[in-house]
């Protein structure tokens, strides 16, 4: 069965700091893979999309990183800011697509304290 | 921001009452979709529709009942709902389908008393 998995489940950090979220990977065939920022009482919005042949990707202050061979994934978030703090969400999807075959994380809760 | 709009953004109903979902798509997309989101779960896809054809039901209760009149239009009407359906319920279209990017609504949260 296709899974993601992030982790940390949940993250606290200072304004100004760094800090880097992960996500792992079954499914397989890989198509692509897809970060998505979720603010409290909003739907999620698109960061980054990295198809199996790119090895990085940046949005901003939002760095994601992707190893297909070991099937990891990392979303660096650079000096964060107050705004930072949302839900963050890796998605995955298989080749030959398919909505039914999007695998979902459940999303690491990122909290930035001044 | 206001691509996909979702109405109402909370509801509170009974278990015997019946209301509606409604979300609508300014993008031109020819796909939307119905994801059910509950606390500490993944997101899970409940309806998806291509070109106003549903092409996709994942083992929904027949409570929940979609509706696409046409491509900017999406409905969930609701009927008999449980408390275990309360959660964060949101639309989301994209370009085509299988999808690239999905753009997400707002959502609308509910609660079933």
């Known amino acids: 069965k296709n899974q993601v998995e992030q982790s940390p489940q949940s993250l606290i950090i200072l304004e100004g700091k760094n800090c880097t979220l992960q996500?792992?990977?079954?499914?397989?065939?890989?198509?692509?893979l897809r970060w998505y920022k979720q603010d409290t009482g909003r739907g999620p919005v698109s960061l980054t999309i990295?198809?199996?042949?790119?090895n990085t990707k940046s949005n901003g202050r939002y760095t994601a990183t992707l190893d297909a061979d070991t099937k990891q994934s990392s979303l660096h978030i650079t000096a964060s800011q107050l705004s930072d703090s949302a839900s963050y969400i890796c998605v995955v999807s298989p080749t030959g697509g398919g909505a039914d075959g999007l695998t979902f994380g459940k999303g690491t809760h990122l909290i930035i304290q001044p | 921001e206001t691509g996909v709009t979702q109405t109402p953004r909370h509801l509170v109903m009974g278990m015997t009452n019946k209301k509606s979902l409604k979300c609508e798509q300014h993008l031109g997309h020819n796909a939307m979709y119905w994801y059910k989101q509950s606390a500490k779960k993944p997101l899970e896809l409940m309806f998806v529709?291509?070109?106003?054809?549903?092409?996709e039901n994942n083992s929904v209760p027949s409570r929940f009942s979609p509706e696409c009149p046409n491509s900017s239009h999406l409905f969930l009407h609701l009927h008999t709902l449980q408390p275990e359906d309360s959660a964060l319920y949101l639309c989301a279209s994209s370009q085509v389908w299988p999808p690239e990017t999905q753009y997400f609504g707002p959502g609308t949260r509910l609660l079933v008393l």
């Open positions: 529709y291509s070109l106003e054809e549903r092409v």
């Open positions: 990295m198809t199996f042949s790119e």
């Open positions: 996500c792992n990977y079954t499914v397989s065939p890989f198509s692509n």
